[in-house]
C-alpha cells in the first residue's frame, strides 16, 4: 500500500520545517488538493503553493484538481512533474483530449469519481486512464467519516480496470480502522489527510498504516 498525504490536513503555515522531514518509506506521495470555490466550496491552494511544495521535498506529487473546467488549469502542474495528476470526470466534457495531454506531459493520468458518481462513467476512458481515484467522502474537506458503500465501488472498479493496469487510488476518511480491508480489496494507494496528522508524528503514522495494510 503506498501513502498519499493529503497537506490540506496539515498545518499549512509548518509547512516549511516540516516537509523536508518526511521520509519516502512512510509517505510514497505528496496528495495536493487543488479546490477552486466552485466546484466544491472550499479554496484550498493552486499552483503558487504547489510550486513551495515541490522545492521543499523530493517527494513526488499527486495532484488531485477539484476544479471546474479542468482543461483551463491542468497545464499549469506539468512543471512539477507529478507522478499524478487527475480530474473529476464530473467536470469536463473533453476526458480524453485531457487525459492525452497529460499523459503526454509525462505525469500519469487520473480520474476521479465522486461517492455518488457510478463506475460507468468512466467505462469508455479506461484506454487513456493510468489510475482512478475513489473518493470515499464527498469532495471539499477532510476530516469527513468513510461512505461505507465505497468498499462495493471498489470492487466494481477493480474488476473494470483490472486488464488495464490502471492503478486504484481511494481518497476520503481512510484511517487505521480500515486500511487493511482496503488494501485485501486490492486499492494501491491511499490518500490519508486527518488520520495521518491527527498524532502530530506523520512519518510514525504513515509507517503504521503501511503495516496496517500489509497485516
Ligand atoms: C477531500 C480531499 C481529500 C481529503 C482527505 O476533498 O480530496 O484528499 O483532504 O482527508 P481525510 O483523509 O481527512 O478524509
Ligand atoms: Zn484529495
Redesign the pocket.
Known sequence: MKI?A?I??AKLTNLTNELPTYKQESIDFI?M?V?DGNF?P?ISFGEAFTKEVKELTKIPLDV?L?VSKPEDHVSKYFQFQPYCITFHIETTHFAVRLAEEIRKSGSKVGV?LNPQTPPEAISTLLPYLDLV?L????????????IKSGFEKIEKIRKMTKDYGIELEV?????ESNIKDLAGLGVDLC???????KTGDPNAQGKKLKELAKS
Open positions: 498519499s493529503s490540506l490536513a496528495h488538493d479546490m466544491v472550499q488531485h477539484m476521479s481515484l473518493m470515499t467522502v464527498d469532495p471539499g474537506f477532510y476530516g469527513q467519516s468513510f481518497d476520503g476518511g481512510v484511517n490518500v490519508v489527510g486527518s488520520g495521518l496528522y
